[in-house]
């Protein structure tokens, strides 16, 4: 159980276009889902906190309007990333709470900004 | 500013050793903790989950956890090849919201 998944795993998209990310909750209705992103041999930092039916919680220094969040269910959160340029590039993490309070993560997908 | 801290290792064990994974966490009114094993490349793993203090076992793992030193472990008994990889102490904030944050993960060698 508490299978989480993220489409795409890996993009590859040019400088100024904009990509979008899904993470689906597989077994279970996700109240909440979490988006993260990974610089290399760093470690995870929040980008952002998603109640279905919500806006989105940002964290400090993410800017809302350049990382588009939608939760249109218990089981989907797309992030979509604006204009992108290459320091955008990095690996971006979903996860995902259902009824405890434990996280599950998606396996990630790696954006690449040439 | 709620903290978690690692050493960030490399922690070298031999094959079929303990390893000892430590973490110190700064808000004392934190209730919820987790261990994540990433391997390189991959996203995080949830291994275990310890709420109370003592210790918790599963399988190999076990989570100790001293809410008074502020202080949550993870032993890794007869450690294999395949445990190497990057350990993440989680703290799930008190305030509320879920939000979990992270250690930046010790490394993990298990030499055959």
């Known amino acids: 159980g508490a299978v989480v998944s993220q489409h795409p795993s890996w993009v590859i998209c040019k400088s100024g276009t904009s990509v979008k990310i899904e993470c689906r909750s597989l077994d279970f209705q996700a109240t909440t889902m979490f988006w993260y992103r990974q610089f290399p041999k760093q470690s995870l930092m929040l980008m952002a906190t998603?109640?279905?039916?919500?806006?989105?919680?940002?964290e400090q220094g993410v800017e809302k309007d350049k990382f588009l969040i939608n939760h249109a269910s218990l089981t989907l959160s797309t992030l979509t990333v604006t204009s992108a340029h290459p320091e955008d590039s990095s690996f971006y993490i979903c996860?995902?709470?259902?009824?405890?309070?434990?996280?599950?993560f998606g396996p990630g997908t790696r954006l690449t900004v040439t | 500013q709620k903290e978690v801290e690692q050493n960030s290792g490399p922690l070298s064990v031999p094959e079929g050793a303990i390893a000892s994974l430590n973490c110190t966490y700064s808000?004392?009114?934190?209730?919820?903790f987790f261990w994540y094993r990433q391997y390189s490349g991959k996203s995080p793993e949830l291994i275990m989950s310890i709420y109370s203090n003592g210790d918790k076992e599963d399988g190999r793992f076990t989570a100790q956890l001293n809410k008074a030193s502020q202080y949550v472990s993870l032993l890794i008994r007869d450690s294999q090849p395949s445990d190497s990889a990057t350990y993440l102490c989680a703290v799930k904030d008190p305030g509320g919201g879920n939000k979990l944050t992270f250690g930046t993960g010790t490394q993990l060698k298990v030499e055959l």
């Open positions: 808000d004392r009114g934190s209730q919820s």
């Open positions: 996860s995902a709470r259902g009824a405890s309070s434990e996280q599950y």
């Open positions: 998603s109640n279905e039916g919500s806006k989105a919680t940002y």
